[in-house]
């Protein structure tokens, strides 16, 4: 029999030293159904990654393997380039009438190479070419992706290490983190909205005329920190009365798992332009980039690439975001979200180590700090205690994931498809774990 050291040992050995989640989550995948995720020993485990967000429907929902099966079945091409086919069409109908309104009546959609990171590069280039700019600007603690032009926009160091000329055309600006605020006040968002506005009104800050401004609703490698709906609000009126393009990624809060479809709708903004990946193929790769008519200034072949006509992702895709929409899973996914951070809140008052609960929707947090030290503001992030809650999870049946500064935070993305009774297991489950860390594995 096939054992989870055996693999893991093999791929050791012959994949990458880039490689991660084997890293911390030291499992070998064999059969998942739902939310449930089986290894190759036969344990099973409650999946809060869900291909880190990609999962909406979670494994093996039988609207998109119907679909995929459909599409194989009847001789479809498996990928065209971005040559159209019916199966196309009905995915830009299907994503068109989930996207509002007043955004979709002017949109133009441009179909990128699979991974959502490819789709950010299309929007720095479509920005940039529309307005004859070159800087865009982002914010702290933001993750947008690992090619060149999303590491020039992402906060994290250790990331962008020995990696020259990343930073050349990108400039960061404080995210409004309530927790621990850039600015080392209480966290108002006023604070963060307001510094934006001055630094672009000001001729001696130094900086040049942005191209667009790239944020995310809820940052999630980030440490799942929301943005305040004033906030986004606010920024969307600094942008649009500037002329500067609001680019909002929604590449893991697109489809329903902030508890709307798309979290810009939160605060009722309408972007000029969403990059979207992820759940919108359905759990196989597919992204996109989706803009305001007036910003098709590209040439023919401004951007490409082979594998942007992924039949079986549209098809996958077109399948799940109906079934999110008839279902209304983002309503779902609001009152599961809800249901979890109500446990996360309970436990955090039996726990000290527990510093902050936060997030929307399906797309929570929970931040671990050292409850030994004393101070006035949050206490220091224990990131070992992280890795440890982590690990006590796994050991129980639980995967869940880190990020955040210092990979303190411990993050939750279940399926849009989860059960109160999974969600009350969940919590059950992360509440042993954090015990066992605060007692060093043993029983207060």
Request: charged share 20%.
């Amino acid at each position: 029999m096939t054992t989870n050291g055996q693999l893991l040992a093999q791929q050791a050995n012959r994949e990458s030293n880039a490689r991660t989640y084997p890293r911390h989550l030291p499992i070998a995948l064999d059969s998942a159904s739902g939310m449930i995720v089986t290894d190759v020993s036969g344990e099973e485990y409650l999946d809060c990654l869900s291909g880190a967000g990609s999962m909406a429907l979670g494994h093996n929902h039988p609207v998109v393997t119907e679909a995929i099966e459909r599409a194989l079945g009847n001789d479809r091409p498996l990928h065209t380039l971005d040559l159209t086919t019916p199966i196309k069409e009905r995915f830009v109908d299907t994503l068109f009438e989930s996207l509002p309104t007043a955004f979709a009546r002017h949109a133009k959609i441009q179909f990128c190479s699979p991974a959502g990171t490819d789709a950010i590069e299309a929007a720095l280039k479509l920005v940039k070419a529309a307005t004859g700019n070159e800087v865009v600007y982002g914010f702290q603690g933001g993750y947008h992706g690992m090619t060149a032009g999303a590491l020039g926009l992402m906060g994290d160091e250790s990331v962008r290490a020995g990696i020259p000329g990343l930073r050349s055309n990108g400039q960061q600006l404080p995210f409004p983190y309530s927790y621990r605020s850039p600015f080392g006040d209480d966290g108002d968002h006023t604070t963060a909205s307001g510094y934006v506005e001055r630094l672009l009104d000001d001729p001696n800050a130094g900086l040049d005329a942005p191209a667009g401004l790239l944020t995310e609703i809820v940052q999630g490698e980030g440490g799942v920190i929301p943005a305040p709906d004033q906030w986004v609000r606010e920024i969307r009126r600094i942008t649009r009365e500037r002329e500067i393009p609001l680019i909002v990624d929604e590449v893991q809060t697109g489809l329903g798992r902030t508890g709307a479809l798309y979290a810009f709708e939160h605060a009722g903004i309408t972007p000029d332009v969403v990059v979207l990946s992820k759940a919108i193929g359905g759990g196989l790769p597919l992204s996109a980039v989706v803009y305001h008519e007036r910003l098709d200034s590209w040439a023919p072949g401004a951007h490409a690439g082979t594998f942007r006509g992924g039949q079986l992702a549209m098809a996958a895709g077109q399948a799940t975001i109906d079934y999110v929409m008839e279902n209304d899973l983002a309503s779902h996914a609001d009152r599961m979200g809800a249901r979890l951070l109500d446990h996360l809140a309970r436990i955090s008052t039996a726990y000290p180590t527990i510093g902050d609960c936060r997030g929307r929707g399906l797309m929570l947090g929970v931040e671990i700090v050292d409850p030994d030290v004393e101070t006035d503001g949050p206490r220091p992030a224990a990131p070992e205690l992280a890795a440890s809650i982590q690990q006590g999870c796994l050991e129980r049946g639980l995967i869940v994931e880190r990020g955040g500064r210092h990979s303190a935070t411990v993050r939750f993305l279940p399926p849009l498809i989860v059960t109160a009774d999974q969600i009350d297991e969940v919590a059950e489950i992360f509440e042993s774990a954090v015990e066992a860390a605060a007692f060093g594995g043993a029983s207060p």
